[in-house]
């Protein structure tokens, strides 16, 4: 069964400091892979996505992630982070050839950015 | 940028009431979709729903509950008699198309249920 597991619940980084939110997954191929963030009391919203060719790709508000095959995972970067970043990320998976746009996420990790 | 948007933002109702959750998606969106979040746990996807009808359904999506999109706009979630159980973060989304290759969800802001 398709299932996402992000370790890390809660993260505190400082402003500038650089960051990584681990994501692995399970799944029998490779899925479509996705990182959401919700800001408070906003939706999810699409910081980037992959889907083939290049492992490293590049989204926005300047983050990007690592497909690495062979770990199963797909962890967030950025440099340096500034305090609007703070909010709760999830990592997700979509089935190829899925009938509808069905994602499967992970529980979620909370990033605080201390000044 | 359009906005998938959800009514009301916090709602409080007792065990065994029904509930309707309103959401509007994006107007030219084909496709709709019902998520939540208990407390501390994963997004969960519940039922998705295209050209009228629940195209696919979790196993969390039981007889207790059913979507309609009642007219050209809105689209509902309705838990008919609630259980503390189903207390959550519920997120409305939509896309375009059905795959997320090309068609990414945006969600909603979501409608947090609490069932006293």
């Known amino acids: 069964a398709q299932s996402v597991t992000q370790p890390d619940i809660h993260i505190t980084v400082s402003e500038g400091a650089s960051l990584e939110l681990r994501c692995n997954y399970s799944y029998g191929a490779t899925p479509y892979l996705f990182w959401y963030v919700q800001s408070p009391g906003q939706g999810l919203q699409l910081l980037l996505k992959?889907?083939?060719?290049?492992?490293l790709v590049q989204g926005i508000k300047g983050f990007e992630a690592e497909f690495k095959r062979s770990q199963s995972s797909f962890n967030l970067r950025k440099p340096s982070v500034h305090w609007s970043d703070a909010a709760e990320y999830f990592c997700a998976v979509g089935a190829r050839g899925g009938a509808t746009n069905k994602l499967i996420f992970g529980t979620g990790t909370l990033l605080a950015v201390q000044p | 940028e359009p906005e998938v948007t959800q009514t009301p933002s916090h709602q409080v109702t007792q065990m065994g009431q029904e509930v309707i959750l309103r959401c509007v998606p994006i107007?030219?969106?084909?496709?709709f979709y019902w998520y939540r979040q208990i407390l501390g746990q994963k997004v969960e996807f519940l039922v998705s729903f295209y050209n009228n009808e629940i195209s696919e359904k979790s196993e969390i999506f039981d007889d207790q509950f059913s979507v309609e999109r009642p007219d050209g706009s809105n689209f509902t979630l309705k838990i008919r008699s609630t259980k503390l159980e189903d207390s959550a973060m519920y997120f409305c989304a939509s896309s375009y198309g059905g795959s997320s290759y090309n068609s990414p969800l945006h969600f909603g802001n979501g409608t947090r249920l609490t069932v006293t």
């Open positions: 992959y889907f083939s060719g290049d492992t």
């Open positions: 107007s030219n969106h084909l496709y």
